[in-house]
Structure formats: structure tokens, C-alpha cells
């Protein structure tokens, strides 16, 4: 299956559990991994549904730990997975990297409602480090507006002498981003499109301009082109030969030799 190298730009067209061994070691400043999650989705000629949970950890297990070894000594990871497995993939990469957050995207549902049980409104990520003595992250790039300075001035008096509240914030760990609909600017045709807004806050905090992100499931490929945005460096991996030649689109490379 052919590859595609650009100056700061690399789209790997195979399975994640094949590319990862090629890439090396200690190399990644950034992870962003959003996988299949196991609850039947269709990703162009692929199912996503495996015979067993069992089946399905065990596959992610196995890639989790070449991400693992793929990440810098002061690189971050970001995990995204459904709320059924983000417990067994806790539990897992907590052996092997140090867990500085677990975030909750929210975000508003206008599909099908639940009927029988409390229907999903998010879902989990993980931020993690290999050392939380010595990592990236980049406060001043991702502050949000303080509702106790901005919005309604109140007075620090515990300062000598007494201040009004920051104005600014860094986020906490619940994010609330619109999921991407259709006939947005920004829609892709992929049923797991991630939002644009939530990996600008990812990379913004996580990296450098000119550092190297990897997404070993690219799908929409929102992950490089905010990198590429950003004008950071980026490593996409996609099985999906559809996916493969959107993603060329989308960052300006079709018709573009590598």
C-alpha cells in the first residue's frame, strides 16, 4: 500500500499494528490516539466489531504499548475510547505512563434518545505523561475566560493589597465542544469525526510548532490538519484507502506527488 511523505506532513496508508514497529523509538513529542470503539461502526470496508471484549483490549493493548514506547521521555499521549473500555485502558496504561487527567468531553445529542437508561452526553479521554516531573505543557495557549474575573469582577482580598480575580483560566477537565455535523465547514464524510477545537486545545497544550504529532487512526484526519495549522509536524496512519486520499484533500495534497 503506498505511502505519502511530504516536508512536514506523513500519511501512512496500513493497519497501526504493521506502521508503529517502523517508526522509531523515543521519537513522538505528541500522541493523539481516537480508535475504533468497538460498538459497530462501519469505517469504510471495516467493521468495527470484534468477537469478544476480550478480543478488542487485547488489540488495544498491543498498540498502546508501541505508542508507549513511540512517545519522547517528555512527550504526552492522549487517549480517546468508549465508556465502556476507558476503565480496562485505565488500568492498563497506568502501569506504563503517569495519568496527569482524566477529561470529559461534552457535548449536546439531537439523535436518538435513550429510553431505558441514562443515553451518553460524552466521552472520556485520558491525558498522559512518561514523566510528570518533566513534560510540555503550554498553560498560556489554551486559557479560557474565568467566570469569577471576567464575568463578574470579584474582589481577592486575601492579596495585599486586594485584587479582582484573573480574568483567564486554564480549562479543567470537562470540555464542552459541538460534535461536527453534517453541512458544517469542517465535515468530513467519517462517523467519528472529532471537532477541530478540541485537538487545537490538545496540540496547542502538548506541543511546540515545528514538534511531531502521530495519530495512528487518522479517519478524518483532523489531527493533522490542525497540526498542520499550528505548523506542527505530523504522522497520520490509516487503513482506509477512502479516508487516505480525503485526508490528501483536506491538507492540500491531492494531485501533489510525495
Known amino acids: 500500500m503506498p505511502d505519502y511523505h511530504y516536508p512536514s506532513h506523513s500519511i501512512y496508508q496500513g493497519d497501526a499494528l504493521d506502521v508503529l514497529p517502523n517508526i522509531p523509538d523515543a521519537s513522538i513529542d505528541l500522541i493523539f490516539a481516537d480508535p475504533p470503539y468497538n460498538i459497530g461502526k462501519r469505517f469504510g470496508d471495516s467493521h468495527d466489531r470484534w ?7 487485547d488489540w488495544c493493548y498491543q498498540w498502546l504499548m508501541l505508542c508507549v514506547n513511540k512517545l519522547s521521555p ?13 476503565p480496562a485502558l485505565d488500568l492498563f496504561l497506568r502501569r506504563h505512563l503517569q495519568i496527569l487527567s482524566r477529561i470529559v468531553w461534552t457535548y449536546d445529542s ?18 498522559c505523561v512518561k514523566d510528570k ?17 471576567a464575568e463578574r469582577q470579584l474582589i481577592d482580598y486575601r492579596k495585599d493589597p486586594p485584587q479582582v480575580y484573573s480574568s483567564t483560566k486554564v480549562p479543567g477537565n470537562v470540555w464542552e465542544f459541538s460534535r461536527v455535523r ?37 479517519g478524518s484526519f483532523t489531527t493533522a490538519a490542525v497540526a498542520q495549522k499550528l505548523d506542527r509536524q505530523s504522522i497520520s496512519i490509516e487503513r482506509e484507502s477512502t479516508y487516505v486520499q480525503a485526508g490528501l484533500k483536506r491538507l492540500g495534497y491531492e494531485g501533489c506527488e510525495p
Open 110 to 127: 439531537s439523535g436518538v434518545q435513550a429510553r431505558r437508561h441514562f443515553g451518553s452526553l460524552y466521552e472520556p479521554i485520558l491525558f
Open 74 to 86: 517528555t512527550g504526552s499521549f492522549y487517549l480517546m475510547a468508549s465508556t465502556q473500555a476507558m
Open 182 to 218: 453534517y453541512r458544517m465547514p469542517e465535515y468530513q464524510e467519517h462517523p467519528s469525526q472529532k471537532p477541530q477545537a478540541l485537538l487545537e486545545r490538545i496540540i496547542r497544550a502538548s506541543s511546540n510548532p515545528g514538534q511531531t504529532v502521530l495519530d495512528p487512526f487518522a
Open 133 to 149: 516531573k518533566n513534560y510540555l505543557f503550554n498553560a498560556e495557549e489554551i486559557k479560557v475566560p474565568a467566570r469569577t474575573g
Open 51 to 57: 468477537p469478544s471484549e476480550e478480543a478488542y483490549l
